[in-house]
């Protein structure tokens, strides 16, 4: 599998330097290059921090910005960042209030977050939202119980928003908490990830078979079953966030349908179409919806759909004002 890349082993920080040097008005590069931060921090808020491993792009550093996150700590190619990188931006973007530190439910980053809070706590007030959307409870070799998955964009949002008009670490904590229970998210992939060290397939289908609950890391899905039409695959995928959310006719929904990186916009908005025909026939509301390649698993042919059960105040937060490179409105 051919990539545009010199050197697997320089791939990440080439990509991030090239992101940075595109987005200088938003972005700027922390102390030693250990993270991306927001090039205007703004004191007297608190300071929102996520990151992982790369392979995910945009997500996190496309989001970090006016109304999403204050800095994003990126690891090599799903790689958890170290606890020196989390630290260092924990020092940087404190403008007073606080950190709160987004984190994915995967091992290695709830493990090196944890410990970089421990750290960085005799000098910073520290909490953590460990997000946790994934449809499955059962977890996976990388984590235990649900995954972080798609809807880490949506608490990302709704958080950033909620900091950039004053709420308080503990405010923006309990909100983040209360989310988990709102979000669900199921993957499906019908190609592997080619990780750029091996340049091979971490998985391989054949042509009528696709991976049902796929991960964002390149590992297999939960089942693998048989090819089917866009109409029956969502459908299989809504059912259970449906199963699992039990959404009412007065509830109001974000509809999100994201790209794994190797998937056509085309696609993306047909698959929409099918997921929004088939929760007008269940008379449930969309309020609010996306649709877009954001949470990648490097160049994954597949798609994840999100559904979020949101209350006023969040969609207000949904639609404050953002201005990052991958998200803005």
Same mark, same amino acid.
């Given at each position: 599998m051919k990539k545009f890349m010199n050197r697997a082993e320089t791939l990440v920080a080439e990509s991030l330097a090239g992101f940075v040097a595109a987005h200088e008005r938003l972005v700027a590069f922390g102390a030693d290059r250990?993270?991306?931060? &927001?090039?205007?921090? &703004?004191?007297?808020?608190?300071a929102l921090i996520s990151?992982?491993?790369?392979?995910?792009?945009? $997500?996190?550093?496309?989001?970090?910005?006016?109304?999403?996150?204050?800095?994003?700590?990126?690891?090599?190619?799903f790689t958890s960042p170290t606890p020196d990188q989390i630290i260092a931006a924990i020092r940087e973007t404190d403008g007073g209030e606080g950190c709160l530190l987004i984190v994915k439910n995967y091992d290695g980053?709830? $493990?090196?977050?944890? $410990?970089?809070?421990? /750290?960085?706590?005799?000098?910073?007030?520290?909490a953590t939202v460990i997000v946790r959307d994934d449809v499955n409870p059962g977890g996976s070799k990388r984590s235990q119980g649900r995954r972080g998955v798609?809807?880490?964009?949506?608490?990302?949002?709704?958080?950033? +928003?909620? =900091?950039? =008009?004053?709420?308080?670490?503990?405010?923006?904590? +309990?909100?983040?908490?209360?989310?988990?229970?709102?979000i669900r998210t199921v993957g499906v992939s019908l190609r592997g990830v080619t990780v750029p060290d091996t340049e091979r397939e971490t998985f391989v289908l054949h042509e009528n078979e696709m991976e049902m609950g796929v991960g964002i890391h390149g590992e297999p899905g939960r089942a693998r079953v048989k090819?089917?039409? +866009?109409d029956e695959i969502v459908e299989t995928m809504l059912e259970a966030i449906l199963s699992d959310l039990a959404p009412d006719q007065s509830d109001k929904l974000l509809l999100f349908i994201n790209g794994f990186g190797g998937t056509p916009v085309s696609e993306l908005y047909l698959a929409?179409?099918?997921?929004?025909?088939? /929760?007008?026939?269940?008379?449930?509301?969309?309020?609010?919806?996306?649709?877009? !390649?954001?949470? !990648?698993?490097?160049?994954m042919a597949g798609l994840s759909v999100t559904v979020a059960r949101l209350e006023e105040r969040e969609l207000s937060l949904w639609d404050a004002p953002a201005d990052t490179a991958a998200l803005r409105w």
């Open positions: 250990k993270f991306i931060r &927001r090039r205007s921090l &703004r004191p007297g808020k608190v990151g992982g491993g790369a392979g995910h792009e945009p $997500m996190h550093v496309g989001f970090v910005g006016k109304g999403m996150l204050d800095a994003a700590c990126t690891g090599h190619v980053d709830v $493990m090196n977050f944890e $410990m970089a809070a421990e /750290l960085a706590g005799a000098e910073h007030r520290i798609a809807g880490t964009l949506v608490v990302e949002k709704l958080l950033g +928003a909620a =900091a950039e =008009a004053g709420w308080r670490l503990d405010e923006l904590s +309990a909100l983040g908490e209360d989310l988990n229970g709102r090819f089917a039409t +866009a929409y179409n099918c997921a929004r025909a088939r /929760l007008a026939r269940l008379g449930v509301t969309v309020a609010r919806s996306l649709v877009g !390649t954001y949470v !990648t698993s490097l160049d």
